[in-house]
């Protein structure tokens, strides 16, 4: 099994690990600091030993540019594309924010499919869809909580479960996250009726 060094420090950009295995142009290590694609979250790119890192995939593989030239055995260095990574923490901790005050405004809903990356948070839940008004106020409510520096905390309980959680807020997720809001900016938020009762949610960053 990996271990996901970036559990333990999501900052963390660089490391020195061991190839266990390789099939083609994929490698497994020991440890990486690559997320590995879940939670509705990319998977890293970046390099191991210079060659380009493209995506994760599930167990844990790093999918290369081209087959590497070395071998199982031997400690490699690697190192994440922070370009994408970071603005990636942003917008999955902006997501939880955005979807309290949606569901505090709007819902109950309930959440269908949610996809993050450096870009944007897309998600899906079906739900009446939100009046002007209530967009407004939605907008408002996660940039106002997001503009008062408050602390983002990630938990892990007796079950091994993780929690994030950010004052009043708290929600199961095993993704990447900023430690504070101050850190995220000013979001932007476009509602989308996607007919029968689905209601797409795209949060963007205003300097990304």
Not at 57 to 79: C, N, R, S, V, Y
Not at 123 to 148: G, V, W
Request: charged letters at 25%; a neutral charge.
């Amino acid at each position: 099994m990996t271990q996901k060094l970036y559990l333990e420090d999501m900052y963390r950009q660089e490391f020195t690990a061991k190839v266990i295995a390789i099939e083609g142009n994929k490698v497994l290590l020991d440890q990486t600091c690559f997320f590995i694609q879940s939670c509705g979250q990319s998977g890293d790119c970046g390099e191991l030993n210079s060659i380009r890192v493209l995506e994760t995939q599930k167990g844990d593989w790093h999918l290369l540019a081209k087959e590497p030239t070395f071998k199982i055995g031997d400690m490699i260095p690697g190192k994440i594309d922070w370009s994408k990574r970071y603005p990636t923490m942003r917008l999955h901790s902006a997501s939880h924010i955005v979807e309290h005050f949606l569901q505090k405004t709007s819902g109950p809903g309930k959440m269908l499919k949610t996809s993050v990356n450096h870009k944007r948070d897309l998600t899906d839940y079906t739900m009446p869809f939100p009046t002007l008004e209530a967009q407004q106020e939605i907008t408002r409510c996660a940039n106002e909580l997001i503009s008062k520096n408050t602390p983002i905390l990630i938990e892990t309980d007796e079950k091994g479960y993780r929690h994030w959680r950010c004052g009043e807020i708290q929600m199961g997720c095993g993704g990447t996250h900023v430690k504070n809001t101050s850190e995220i900016g000013v979001v932007q938020i476009m509602f989308e009726d996607k007919g029968g009762g689905i209601v797409r949610v795209t949060t963007t960053l205003q300097n990304p």
